[in-house]
């Protein structure tokens, strides 16, 4: 890793970027000042500006804790900084409501900050495993799925394409809104499956939102020549799994074909 090359930004800005990633028994994870050339026990990651895409995998020191950062640095706003966090077979979910609004690489399942944010994702990183991850999960989950549920009720939705994007632009229409709900919706049920969510007003909030969604796309008039409308069958897919792994793969079925169960 130490022969990649850095994006020129790093080159010019890397002195600002001066704490890394730390643990130790006493504090668990920290932020600490390490200089350039320094490799304390406690360090477990520096903050790098190599370009492309980097992932590197942290395991914490006597913990069933996995952290896995990923970087693709140099590629505009096309670029981003992420982490995954793994408690055991389980994955954090991040559902901070600003993300439901971006379009691409953005997701419930990933810490994700502005690149080169550094800071704030060592930050996110320490709230998630410092404190009891899946204590305050149906709260933040139920908020944001209420928004993704307005989200459906409105005929347009405000969307950015990156983080970084600082411009928003509107999806004008049920069919755009329909397509940007449904890659959110898809989105949070693989996160809650990667998740192992099993409390159930969680997964009734899901549920619902799920009726909703197959509402909405049943009343439009679909073009099918037009090449997203595919991309409404695999969000649908989706939903559908979701309902099957919950005991409703036969409600959304009468649902589809407009017969009562």
């Known amino acids: 890793m130490a022969t990649r090359k850095t994006t020129r930004y790093w080159k010019e800005n890397k002195n600002q970027y001066t704490k890394c990633l730390c643990y130790s028994d006493k504090y668990g994870l920290y932020t600490d000042l390490v200089p350039e050339g320094s490799n304390p026990e406690?360090?477990?990651?520096?903050?790098?500006?190599?370009?492309?895409?980097?992932?590197?995998?942290?395991?914490?020191?006597?913990q069933n804790v996995e952290i896995s950062i990923l970087s693709n640095f140099g590629y505009g706003s096309a670029s981003?900084?992420?982490?995954?966090?793994?408690?055991?077979?389980r994955r954090i979910l991040d559902f901070d409501l600003p993300k439901l609004h971006i379009l691409n690489n953005c997701s419930v399942s990933t810490l994700d900050v502005p690149t080169y944010s550094w800071d704030l994702l060592f930050e996110k990183?320490?709230?998630a495993c410092n404190t009891n991850p899946f204590d305050h999960l149906?709260?933040?989950?139920?908020?944001?799925?209420?928004?993704?549920?307005?989200?459906?009720?409105?005929?347009?939705?405000?969307?950015?394409?990156?983080?970084?994007?600082?411009k928003s632009t509107k999806w004008d229409g049920a069919f755009l809104v329909s397509l940007f709900a449904g890659k959110k919706i898809q989105d949070l049920v693989k996160g809650l499956e990667v998740a192992e969510v099993t409390n159930p007003t969680v997964l009734k909030y899901t549920m619902n939102l799920c009726r909703k969604y197959i509402t909405k796309v049943k009343t439009q008039t679909l073009d099918y020549e037009d090449s997203r409308t595919y991309q409404l069958s695999e969000y649908l897919l989706?939903?559908?799994?979701?309902?099957?792994?919950n005991e409703g793969g036969i409600e959304y079925l009468s649902m589809i074909l407009d017969k009562e169960v």
């Open 238 to 245: 989706s939903v559908h799994q979701f309902m099957c792994a």
């Open 42 to 62: 406690e360090l477990l990651y520096r903050p790098q500006g190599y370009a492309g895409y980097v992932i590197n995998k942290i395991e914490i020191p006597g």
């Open 138 to 166: 149906a709260t933040s989950a139920i908020t944001y799925i209420d928004e993704l549920s307005d989200m459906l009720d409105r005929d347009e939705v405000s969307v950015k394409g990156y983080i970084d994007k600082e």
């Open 125 to 127: 990183i320490i709230n």
């Open 80 to 89: 981003y900084l992420r982490a995954t966090v793994n408690f055991g077979n």
